[in-house]
């Protein structure tokens, strides 16, 4: 499998996953403190949204590389 087939491929399936759920959510650590035994933890839910032209754009520019690929040969 060429570079480009494999890039092709990766940009469908990633640009199919983020337009199907929209974005993505992670956990960041923003306080910590120690008081004696006590142990006390912050911790933030964060979400990064991925807009739908971002998402469908890459499933075109994708399609359209595994199409130009494919007329190389």
Sequence with gaps: ???LR???ILLIV???LGAAYGGFDYTKETHE???G???LQVKEQERVNIPMWAGLG???IGL???L???RKK
């Design 58 to 60: 890459s499933v075109g």
């Design 37 to 39: 035994p006590l142990q």
């Design 1 to 3: 499998m060429n570079t």
């Design 14 to 16: 990633g640009g199919s």
């Design 33 to 35: 403190a120690n008081l």
């Design 68 to 70: 130009v690929g494919s």
């Design 6 to 8: 494999f890039l092709a």
């Design 64 to 66: 359209l590389l595994l």
